[in-house]
């Protein structure tokens, strides 16, 4: 409303009050304005690439040198980083095309949960017991299975991580299924390392016929899942202030 506001400020021929053929109703300009325009609004990003943002500075540093041939040459390179980074997007689409053998996942923690909850000012400087929540979820029917446990009854790491994905597994796996996909982040102190490469391994010689493992470039590994958490999070703000309410 402020940017229609502002525009017949600047175009005072455009207001409906003056009812002429210049005239221009909020509808129709929310319309033009949202459909006809590369325009989009979002929060700023806190999980940004660090390859991107690098390519970037130089991209302007190029370009405040004037120099034509380093622009293109790092515009090339950012090309490329991007489109190595869309293949793992890519490969997420397609999980839901395949059929009745296949079992596509990813999984990922999700960021800790700090209890208590309260504005009492001696609480707030003690120490907080942390919640840990490891999400796998299902990429062809779109099920989330959450795995919620406190501090004093495990670690975060690669050993839980394991734990969770071979439970998982075993027990929501249909017996038809004989080809896993498994979609996880870089992190190396929770998934990518020899533990939960172990624990894969066991179930490929016994269970499955294979099991694919896919990274995403670092910078780049938004999955469904980050939408389950997202549908958290937004309950537990609302939780917040009905609190303090």
């Not at 929501?172 to 299924?177: N, R």
């Not at 894969?200 to 958490?229: K, W």
Request: charged fraction near 20%; charge should be negative.
């Amino acid at each position: 409303m402020s940017l229609y506001k502002s525009f017949l400020e600047q175009n005072p021929q455009c207001d409906p009050v003056n009812n002429n053929d210049d005239s221009v109703k909020y509808s129709l300009f929310s319309q033009i304005f949202n459909c006809e325009f590369n325009i989009s609004f979002g929060f700023p990003r806190s999980d940004l690439c660090d390859t991107c943002e690098l390519l970037n500075v130089r991209i302007n540093t190029a370009r405040r040198d004037n120099d034509e041939n380093a622009i293109n040459e790092i515009l090339a390179q950012r090309e490329e980083h991007w489109t190595s980074a869309e293949m793992f997007y890519e490969l997420i689409r397609r999980a839901s095309e395949l059929g009745n053998q296949y079992l596509t996942l990813c999984a990922d923690y999700e960021k800790n949960f700090v209890f208590p909850i309260t504005g009492i000012n001696k609480e707030y400087f003690m120490s907080h017991l942390n919640f840990y929540n490891f999400g796998i979820q299902n990429l062809q029917t779109n099920h989330a299975t959450m795995i919620m446990y406190a501090q004093h009854y495990a670690k975060k790491g690669a050993n839980e991580a394991a734990t969770f994905l071979y439970f998982y597994l075993q027990e929501h796996c249909p017996p038809e299924v004989i080809h896993v996909k498994l979609f996880m982040d870089n992190s190396v102190g929770t998934n990518k390392n020899r533990f939960v490469f172990a624990m894969l391994q066991s179930l490929a010689l016994t269970r499955f016929e294979t099991i694919e493992v896919v990274f995403p470039i670092v910078g780049h590994s938004y999955m469904p899942i980050d939408r389950s958490f997202a549908i958290i999070e937004k309950s537990k703000k609302k939780g917040r202030q009905n609190y303090y309410a």
